[in-house]
Structure formats: C-alpha cells, structure tokens
C-alpha cells in the first residue's frame, strides 16, 4: 500500500508540476498532502523558515539526513549558488527510489547527490569519499533518536566547523528532547527555537536552529 501511495505522489507531481521547475513540485508535493493524503514532508508553513535560513547562510556544502521523498531536498537545492553541493542520507530504499524522480522532475540532479544507507555509516565516511572538509548547512530530518548522536558523530568527525548551521526539524512533533537540551545547554552552540505548526496539520511542532561555535 505504501509503494502505491508513493505512486500516487509521483503521479500527482508528473500532472501538476512542470519538469525542471522547482517550484512547481514543491507545490504540486503540498497540494497532493493537503489535499489528499498526509506524508511527513516538512512542508510549506516549516518549508519557508527552512528556505529563509538556507538563504540567510547561502551554504557551499550542505548535509541533510532523511531524505524521504525529496521534498526538502529540492526546497534547499533550489535555493543553493551555482557549484555548492547538497549530499542526502536516506535509509529507506523505497523512499530513495521516490526522492530520485522528484529530484529528476525538478531539474537538480547535479546539485544534489543522494546516498542510500545509515547515517552512522556514512556520516564518518564523509572526507574520504565525498572529499568534503566541512558542511556549512544540516537540515536533520531522519529518525527523531538519531539527531543527538549523529551530532556528536559529525562533531567528532571533524565535519562541523565555527558557523555551521544546523536546523532539526519536529522538535516538538514527534519530539527529539534528548537532542534539544544538548544544543540548547552545549557551550558548544547558539541555538534558537522556531515556532510553527506540524506540516499540513495545526499541531504544534517547530524548527531548531543551532549554530556550531567551534
Ligand atoms: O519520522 C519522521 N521522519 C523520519 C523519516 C525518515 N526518512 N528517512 C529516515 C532515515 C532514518 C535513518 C537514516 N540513517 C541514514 N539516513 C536515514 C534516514 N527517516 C517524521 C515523522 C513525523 C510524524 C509526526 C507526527 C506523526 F503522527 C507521525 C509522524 C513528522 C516528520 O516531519 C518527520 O520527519
Ligand atoms: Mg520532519
């Protein structure tokens, strides 16, 4: 049934999006949600703070961990200067083979490189594979339980350096304390909380944008 519904998606992307038009498949993903059925996208409420910081920090080389159906992959590669890089983790083969053909329809292959596997795996394979010295960006968006220890991995790997910028989403909703009191009370970074709403419902939920200090 999942595959079907991921089906459905694509379906509704190909009908109202137009091919190599961001814009036009982050709507078209919204309308499908609201319209027809939820999926947990950051989507459009969360999705403009997510496009106002990735502006304000203009990244180079950008990380995001839970790819899912691409959505916010393309809402951040969209916005990203000519030459910068965004790598995504995905763990789930069937959400990767679906993030592919919406990454395809808006036109971004070549900013975006998407990598199929476990965080835990990956993030420590980082410079010798992808030759990535630091990440200016993370968006972290991947299981709730992983935020806090893939943080510390991507510290001790080095991967972090002063002003990254790293923006989790649900910290509300599902929720990632364990996550939130480290980089709220970690001398290590300046956080803030952005107050918004569960996407495509009026639950509370919100973004946390927490700045590497080094
Ligand atoms: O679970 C979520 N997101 C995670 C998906 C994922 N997609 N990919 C991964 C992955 C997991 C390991 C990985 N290791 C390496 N890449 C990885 C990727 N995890 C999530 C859940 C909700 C949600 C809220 C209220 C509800 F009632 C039900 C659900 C809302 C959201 O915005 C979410 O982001
Ligand atoms: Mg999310």
Redesign the pocket.
């Known amino acids: 049934l999942a595959l079907l519904w991921h089906d459905r998606l694509l379906k509704a992307v190909r009908k109202r999006a137009t091919r190599g038009d961001p814009q036009s498949v982050i709507s078209a993903i919204d309308h499908f949600c609201r319209h027809n059925e939820w999926a947990?996208n950051?989507g459009d409420e969360k999705g403009s703070i997510l496009d106002s910081v990735v502006s304000e920090v203009n990244p180079e080389k950008v990380l995001e961990?839970?790819?899912?159906c691409g959505y916010s992959t393309v809402r951040i590669a969209r916005l990203l200067p000519p030459g910068a890089r965004l790598i995504t983790?995905?763990?789930?083969v069937d959400?990767a083979a679906i993030a592919r053909q919406v990454i395809a329809w808006a036109g971004l292959e070549d900013k975006i490189q998407l990598v199929e596997?476990?965080?835990e795996d990956?993030i420590p394979r980082m410079k010798e594979h992808f030759g990535i010295e630091t990440f200016d960006f993370v968006f972290l968006?991947?299981?709730?339980d992983?935020y806090l220890p893939d943080t510390k991995l991507m510290e001790d790997c080095g991967l972090l350096r002063k002003g990254t910028v790293l923006l989790a989403?649900?910290v509300i909703?599902?929720g990632v304390p364990d996550y939130l009191e480290y980089v709220r009370n970690s001398l290590s970074y300046k956080s803030c909380y952005f107050k918004s709403h569960?996407?495509y419902t009026k639950a509370e939920d919100g973004l946390e944008k927490s700045v590497f200090l080094g």
């Open positions: 947990m950051v961990l839970g790819t899912y983790l995905e763990f789930n959400y596997g476990a965080s990956w968006d991947h299981w709730k992983r989403d649900n909703c599902p569960l996407e």
